[in-house]
């Protein structure tokens, strides 16, 4: 009989006895605490995640069109640069500026020499979300010779497009300014 009360107080291994008399069997709090701990830490792990995943090959290319269309300044409207510009419409009152320049005219694309994906502490370093990247690049004249070699800039992925990073443009847009006898900033740098 006391196997029997042991058993139906559930102290019988764990167990209890359901209303037909069957024993069955409790899970252990210790267990359900652990699955629901793993679950909710890979979930947070998944959700934390902060750097989307890219193929960096198509990443490249799709950087090197962004800064060819951005320095053809012959070709393409306003709108059209400000698309591959990080932040592109806050830099509409300069770019409009600087394409109305003389100087503009001189522009005709940019050739990208090199790519490198920075890690997240180079990118916070630079001021720049991310992931980002390292552009060498030259802007090339009429010609298709660089009229001005080795510049470095950079690149950002926004929304899923890689972007010319505001802070490259801005810096270039700052020489322009200062070429025209400008002072202050360029608006929206």
């Known amino acids: 009989m006391e196997g029997e009360t042991q058993m139906m107080l559930g102290r019988n291994g764990g167990g209890t006895v359901d209303e037909g008399g069957h024993r069955t069997r409790r899970r252990a709090p210790g267990a359900v605490v652990l699955t629901v701990m793993v679950a909710l830490a890979l979930t947070a792990a998944a959700c934390g995640s ?3 995943t890219f193929d960096k090959a198509q990443a490249k290319t799709d950087i ?3 800064y060819d269309s951005l320095f053809h300044f012959k070709t393409g409207t306003l709108a059209s640069k400000e698309a591959v510009i990080q932040n592109g419409p806050s830099l509409a009152g300069a770019m409009g500026q600087a394409l109305a320049s003389s100087e503009a005219s001189a522009s005709d694309g940019a050739t990208v020499d090199s790519v490198d994906f920075l890690s997240t502490a180079a990118c916070s370093k630079q001021s720049l979300p991310n992931p980002c990247a390292k552009v060498k690049y030259d802007i090339l004249g009429t010609g298709g010779t660089a009229i ?3 510049n470095t800039g950079y690149a950002v992925l ?6 010319v990073a505001k802070t490259t443009i801005c810096t ?3 020489l322009f300014y200062t070429a025209e006898g400008k002072q202050g ?5």
């Open 158 to 163: 926004s929304n899923g497009k890689w972007l």
């Open 64 to 66: 090197s069109s962004a």
């Open 50 to 52: 902060s750097t989307p």
């Open 148 to 150: 001005l070699p080795g």
């Open 185 to 189: 900033s360029p608006p929206g740098c």
């Open 172 to 174: 270039l847009l700052g």
